[in-house]
């Protein structure tokens, strides 16, 4: 049975560290909740490691540029990590060949102008037109707030054809964007594979992006037990779903993107509703809370 909560700090003296999302939790894609960079402030102040798990296509420190631009505090975290991290390790050790088809918007550039950190000898990618390429790296549609995943059934379908193998740097389906829903990479990959395609995911609720924020704790000097690690997002098929694979505690936020689903009152979700909501899902967070603070 999840537990519902009023704040981070009736069980943070459980934990040592946070993997916690971004888009839904800490922000809406344009400005800082202030009751979440509260709770992660204090969570660190008391000793407390916090990670900032994003399913954002692009390299941490662009990550870190956008927040630094939204005016989210440093003191609120420790580091950030990346689906476009852990997708960079596959891409550049020639998981989907080397001349590659990007769809995705410009902004996601920097995936293919930067190297993961320690990566030696790393495969030169060339990105090419889709009727020459070898594979194909998805960061979502190519203009994102107008497009939707059927508007590349014709292209896919010729794809799949070929026998291309889609690299998804960001398995979430959709964000709000302030007050705007639009679809991500992984609602791309999804009617890829629906078609027959293949496609490769290496953010949340898959093991890469974990393995990978376990390395840097332990770089850092911290290693940590499973048993003191809490997942904290607002997706309950990436957040929670990969919290839960991962055999960590969990935090889900009510009030994200499905917020309507808990009654009239996004602050105060109906925990009859929530708990039958879970259970058609077939997923039990350990904790649940309508926004993180």
Known sequence: MTRLIQSLAEISS??????????????????????????????????????????????????????????VPRDAWDFVVSSGDAAQYALFTGAVGQKIWHLGPEKDDSFFTSHPEGLADPV?????????????VCTGPFDEMNEVPEDYRARFLYAKTKGLPMLCTNPDHVVDLGETRIYCAGALAALYEEMGGEALYFGKPHPPIYDLARRRLA?????????????????????IKGGIGEGIDTLFITGGLAADQFGDDPE????????????GKQLSPTYAISKLR
């Open 14 to 71: 459980t934990y040592e560290a946070l993997f916690c999302d971004l888009w839904g939790c800490l922000h809406n894609g344009r400005a800082p909740f202030p009751a979440a960079v509260a709770a992660l402030q204090a969570f660190r102040k008391k000793g407390g490691k916090v990670v900032l798990m994003t399913n954002a296509p692009r390299p941490n420190e662009r990550v870190v540029a956008q927040l630094d631009r939204m005016g």
């Open 268 to 279: 105060a979700p109906d925990a009859a509703m929530l708990d039958a909501w879970l259970d």
């Open 124 to 136: 030169e990618i060339t990105r090419v037109p889709l009727d020459e390429a070898e594979g194909i």
């Open 219 to 239: 770089a850092l000097g911290h290693e940590i037990p499973d048993s003191a690690i809490l997942a904290v997002g607002d997706g309950i098929f990436t957040d």
